[in-house]
T-cell receptor
Framework: DAGVTQSPTHLIKTRGQQVTLRCSPKSGHDTVSWYQQALGQGPQFIFQ???????QRGNFPDRFSGHQFPNYSSELNVNALLLGDSALYLC?????????????FGSGTRLTVV | EDQVTQSPEALRLQEGESSSLNCSYT??????LFWYRQDPGKGPEFLFTLYSAGEEKEKERLKATLTKKESFLHITAPKPEDSATYLC?????????????FGKGITLSVRP
């Protein structure tokens, strides 16, 4: 049973560029959340998607946007990249109807902005 | 605003030396408190969920406890393979599947 799959694993981009990160949730999960984890910090909530709509959003600028597809997979887009966007981007999936028993996280995408 | 504070920031133990990691929290109604383990360059790995004060859960050398203000992760006779960063997170009652608010984590090193 595959867990949460994220791609790519590593990415290097230049300031001002745009990036798209991808996530496939665990089988049976319908909700996808994205988190940003800077070095030495805990993960920070970016937003959550359910039924192809953004349901919750953390304190991140509009440069961060997302999408969820009918098969529950999701994309995170970041425009006009800044050096400060360098971080590990984590995708977490869950089942909205079940009692939360731990979101399942992927291994993340390490984004480096130079 | 929900807040999670973990202490100490780092902990170095000798193999077999038991200790506890602390997680203090403030939340507007607790749905659940989560403990995760994270190895370098990897995503967090789920350990426990605690839902109400007084609840305890165990898994191998780990035991998590919960009060109304804090949670402890007790590590009994740790081994070098327990070395990792331990993250604590809270989920508020505001809506189904609401976001997790994480602490900064505690980096545990266990020397053989």
């Amino acid at each position: 049973d595959a867990g949460v799959t994220q791609s790519p694993t590593h990415l290097i981009k230049t300031r001002g560029q745009q990036v798209t990160l991808r996530c496939s949730p665990k089988s049976g999960h319908d909700t996808v959340s994205w988190y940003q984890q800077a070095l030495g910090q805990g993960p920070q909530f970016i937003f959550q998607y359910y039924e192809e709509e953004e349901r919750q959003r953390g304190n991140f600028p509009d440069r961060f946007s997302g999408h969820q597809f009918p098969n529950y997979s999701s994309e995170l887009n970041v425009n006009a990249l800044l050096l400060g966007d360098s971080a590990l981007y984590l995708c977490a999936s869950s089942n909205r109807q079940g009692r939360t028993n731990g979101y399942t996280f992927g291994s993340g995408t390490r984004l480096t902005v130079v | 605003e929900d807040q999670v504070t973990q202490s100490p920031e780092a902990l170095r133990l000798q193999e077999g030396e038991s200790s506890s990691l602390n997680c203090s929290y403030t939340v507007s109604g607790l749905r659940g408190l989560f403990w995760y383990r994270q190895d370098p360059g990897k995503g967090p790995e789920f350990l426990f969920t605690l839902y109400s004060a007084g609840e305890e859960k165990e898994k191998e050398r780990l035991k998590a406890t919960l009060t109304k203000k804090e949670s402890f992760l007790h590590i009994t006779a740790p081994k070098p393979e327990d070395s990792a960063t331990y993250l604590c997170a809270v989920q508020a009652l505001t809506g189904a599947n609401s976001k997790l608010t994480f602490g900064k984590g505690i980096t545990l090193s266990v020397r053989p």
